[in-house]
């Protein structure tokens, strides 16, 4: 699915992969071949290693055994993308790959749609002053749940 559009005078081009997400690299290399002028990339993903509902931005890096991830890699020949992580939390009584691929409940389903609608001051100052100044400003350090855009006056 695409969908593109422009944002404070930067087109922007939104692309959710229909491949299985293990695949995810083959949807992201034919995106950025068609549009070869694609300059900037944010992959948002999921990850177990944060707590529910808890957002950061990441500038390439380790790819945290994540498949999705880890084919995006391999298609760039590269680990040094952007990225938005949405925290889904580790299941302690459940097979990973059972939890990742079955509905969450109605609770965490919400408290992820909410952290989505959070990210989006975030996804703004990426898209005007870089990845850095997303982590530096939306990365909150020891909270559950990250509310982008207040707790940014924060000390902590």
């Given at each position: 699915i695409l969908g593109t559009g422009m944002y404070k005078g930067k087109k922007v081009l939104l692309a959710k992969p229909q491949t299985y997400m293990n695949l995810s690299g083959e949807a992201v290399i034919q995106v950025l071949n068609y549009y070869d002028n694609i300059e900037e990339l944010l992959i948002i993903h999921d990850d177990l290693d944060l707590a529910e509902g808890t957002i950061?931005?990441?500038?390439?890096g380790g790819l945290a055994g994540h498949n999705g991830l880890?084919?995006?890699?391999?298609?760039?020949?590269?680990?040094?993308?952007?990225?938005?992580?949405?925290?889904?939390?580790?299941?302690?009584?459940?097979?990973?790959?059972?939890?990742?691929?079955?509905?969450?409940?109605?609770?965490?389903?919400?408290?992820?749609?909410?952290?989505?609608?959070?990210s989006i001051p975030g996804v703004e100052?990426?898209?005007?002053?870089?990845?850095?100044?997303?982590?530096?400003?939306?990365?909150?350090?020891?909270?559950?749940?990250?509310?982008?855009?207040?707790?940014?006056?924060?000390?902590?």
């Open positions: 950061r931005f990441k500038e390439g880890k084919s995006i890699a391999f298609h760039l020949h590269s680990n040094d993308f952007d990225r938005l992580r949405i925290g889904i939390g580790r299941p302690e009584f459940q097979k990973v790959v059972n939890y990742v691929l079955e509905p969450f409940s109605k609770e965490k389903q919400e408290l992820l749609d909410q952290a989505i609608k959070d100052t990426w898209l005007e002053e870089g990845v850095q100044k997303a982590m530096n400003l939306y990365n909150q350090k020891n909270t559950q749940k990250n509310n982008l855009g207040k707790n940014e006056n924060k000390k902590e």
